[in-house]
């Protein structure tokens, strides 16, 4: 299996432009979660799905950001206009709810934003 | 609200010694704890996964274990090596009703020949 793959790897924007950072989960894995790092605030969960339905978006720090996940294969996390402060890593993870207590996510490789 | 914190933020050893890493929790309310690698410019990769009714995991050289209770978890790394060079990290699931987890800043290990 690829395990988790995102893309793209690298972007570097302007501020005020729109970004969009896709993903795609493990085949088979009905939980996918986007997650946001930076040195400031650690690992942050941004959004959660379930069986393709937003189940937590608590994360989602404004309306700037926004996530959708169109069939169990893909998922996009889309900023809108971003800022110079969405300079981050972002994470994607998914995981099979075999139950509770072992669930294990795996994550995908990251993409490296920066705003400017 | 869960909390978690790692102690030390960072660790600088010779290879070859054993040493441990501390996670502590705030909220004894959890479905598991787990410990994940993240190499530099990398993505994280877990390393052990312990429920809560557990009170150990091994892996090869990793043992890690979980004393709910009191809220802390160690992973011990025996005889370690330069490749265990990384940052590690312990998460906790078990808010929100679902595996949502909650990362502690990570623990950043140079393991030096």
């Known amino acids: 299996d690829a395990g988790v793959i995102q893309s793209p790897r690298h972007e570097v924007t302007e501020m005020g432009q729109e970004v969009t950072l896709r993903c795609k989960p493990i085949?088979?894995?009905?939980?996918l979660f986007w997650y946001r790092q930076t040195m400031m605030r650690g690992l942050e969960l941004l959004i959660y799905f379930n069986n393709n339905v937003p189940i937590d978006d608590s994360g989602m720090p404004e309306d700037r950001f926004s996530a959708k996940m169109p069939n169990a294969s893909f998922s996009t996390l889309k900023i809108q206009p971003s800022e110079p402060r969405d300079s981050a890593v972002y994470f994607c993870a998914s995981s099979s709810r075999q139950g509770f207590g072992t669930d294990t996510q795996y994550f995908g490789p990251g993409t490296r934003l920066t705003v400017l | 609200k869960q909390e978690v914190t790692q102690i030390p933020a960072a660790l600088s050893v010779p290879e070859g010694e054993n040493l441990v890493l501390n996670c502590s929790f705030t909220d004894s309310a959890i479905y598991n704890l787990q410990w994940f690698r993240q190499d530099p410019g990398k993505g994280l990769t877990s390393l052990l996964l312990?429920?809560?009714?557990?009170r150990e995991q091994t892996s090869g050289r990793l043992n890690a274990s979980l004393d709910k209770s009191s809220g802390r978890s160690t992973l011990y790394i025996a005889a370690s090596q330069p490749g265990d060079s990384a940052t590690y990290l312990c998460a906790v699931s078990g808010a929100g009703g679902y595996n949502k987890l909650i990362f502690g800043a990570g623990t950043r290990l140079a393991v030096h020949p």
């Open positions: 085949s088979g894995h009905n939980s």
């Open positions: 312990i429920q809560s009714s557990q």
